[in-house]
């Protein structure tokens, strides 16, 4: 089976603008999660989308939001960028009845 | 709010050495993930373990969970210069059930096995 895999690998954006980042699960995963990583924080958990729904929310601000789409692809959006969200973005994919997550290799985001 | 804590840190040690790193938490977990992260990649899964007093082994990681489930460790064997990355513990808050997709992380362990 292919593996969780992120589009784009990299990014750089300026302050203000707004990013929109793609993941495709292991296919029959029908849950997918999000996380930020950072050096500070560490890894936080975004949100969770499972069967085109969300089923689970992190902290963050309304900047961050989310969708799935019907084969289970999701993709995120961050509005009005800041530099503080310069990070490594991962998505995860599950079956999304059990514990297991296995996660794509990320999306570095850069906001100058 | 279902906090893992991580120790330690930080760990430096040459090859051949053995070492542990802990994970604990004040709360149950239905479960506990640990995984490896090298730079600039994602976490990739070694192992999950799910039920209290658990152990399991993966060639020479140990990975043992709690009886009370609110604790783990990773116990590595002899290191070698491969094992060197971030190593992560993660839960599933709760009881599991619709949580399963929301993990709480730990910080991190950083490891570096040096020749």
């Known amino acids: 089976k292919a593996g969780v895999t992120q589009t784009p690998r990299y990014l750089i954006k300026t302050r203000g603008q707004q990013v929109t980042l793609s993941c495709s699960p292991i296919s029959g995963h029908r849950s997918v999660s999000w996380y930020q990583q950072t050096p500070g924080q560490g890894l936080q958990f975004l949100f969770e989308?499972?069967?085109?729904?969300?089923?689970n929310k992190g902290n963050f601000p309304g900047r961050f939001s989310g969708r799935q789409f019907s084969n289970s692809r999701s993709e995120m959006n961050v509005s009005t960028l800041e530099l503080g969200d310069s990070a490594l973005y991962l998505c995860a994919s599950s079956s999304g009845r059990q514990e297991t997550q296995y996660f794509g290799p990320g999306t570095r985001l850069l906001v100058l | 709010t279902q906090l893992l804590e991580q120790s330690p840190q930080f760990l430096s040690i040459q090859e051949g050495e053995n070492l542990t790193v802990y994970c604990n938490s004040s709360?149950?977990?239905?479960?506990l993930q640990w995984y490896r992260q090298e730079p600039g990649e994602g976490p990739v899964l070694l192992v999950t373990?799910?039920?209290?007093?658990e152990v399991k082994k993966l060639k020479r990681l140990t990975f043992q969970f709690g009886d009370a489930r609110k604790d783990s460790s990773l116990h590595i064997t002899a290191a070698q210069t491969g094992d060197t990355g971030l190593y992560l513990c993660a839960g599933p808050p709760g009881a599991g059930g619709t949580s399963y997709g929301k993990l709480t992380f730990g910080q991190g362990t950083i490891l570096t096995v040096h020749p």
């Open positions: 989308y499972f069967s085109e729904t969300q089923r």
């Open positions: 373990v799910v039920t209290g007093g």
């Open positions: 709360s149950v977990f239905s479960s």
